[in-house]
């Protein structure tokens, strides 16, 4: 009876301070965006919901920093990330970013290339597949992970 009580307490817990203790534990993304663009806004919005601490920068020209931060041309979208030292290159989900630093596998970054519907920031009536891709220094790139409308 005791155990099954703690077991409901814990769980409320986690539910009431799930994203405090996240943002405790989940380290600052710098982000770099346009101060003109609103699906920027939002992803940041969608970071920090998920528990992240975000410190968005407005800039003139978002091109500067994927060139100094290694970004394949191919990739890119309207906003980049550092974290950890790992490129988050566009509307990529939180989850992937945690699996990223997680797992801490040997890539520079991931990146969702263009702007597709239904990614983070750009919700839609009308989501698409799309997937987050990862790559290294080399600009080799692999599929990190796949996500579908439901």
């Given at each position: 009876m005791n155990t099954r009580r703690h077991f409901i307490g814990q769980l409320a817990m986690a539910v009431v301070v799930g994203p405090a203790f996240a943002a405790e534990n989940n380290p600052l993304i710098q982000v770099y965006k346009s101060p003109t663009c609103g699906c920027c806004g939002k992803w940041v919005d969608h970071l920090r919901d998920a528990g992240f601490a975000v410190e968005a920068t407005n800039v003139r020209?978002?091109?500067?920093?994927?060139?100094?931060?290694?970004?394949?041309?191919?990739?890119?979208?309207?906003?980049?990330?550092?974290?950890?030292?790992?490129?988050?290159?566009?509307?990529?989900?939180?989850?992937?970013?945690?699996?990223?630093?997680r797992d801490k596998p040997a890539i520079k970054g991931i990146a969702v290339p263009g702007m597709p519907l239904g990614s983070p920031g750009m919700e839609s009536p009308n989501p698409v597949r799309y997937e987050t891709v990862s790559f290294d220094a080399a600009g080799e790139t692999a599929v990190f992970a796949v996500h579908s409308p439901e």
């Amino acid at each position: 009876m005791n155990t099954r009580r703690h077991f409901i307490g814990q769980l409320a817990m986690a539910v009431v301070v799930g994203p405090a203790f996240a943002a405790e534990n989940n380290p600052l993304i710098q982000v770099y965006k346009s101060p003109t663009c609103g699906c920027c806004g939002k992803w940041v919005d969608h970071l920090r919901d998920a528990g992240f601490a975000v410190e968005a920068t407005n800039v003139r020209d978002v091109s500067v920093y994927k060139r100094e931060y290694g970004l394949p041309p191919q990739l890119a979208s309207c906003h980049t990330g550092i974290v950890q030292g790992y490129v988050v290159e566009g509307h990529v989900p939180a989850d992937d970013v945690i699996r990223m630093l997680r797992d801490k596998p040997a890539i520079k970054g991931i990146a969702v290339p263009g702007m597709p519907l239904g990614s983070p920031g750009m919700e839609s009536p009308n989501p698409v597949r799309y997937e987050t891709v990862s790559f290294d220094a080399a600009g080799e790139t692999a599929v990190f992970a796949v996500h579908s409308p439901e």
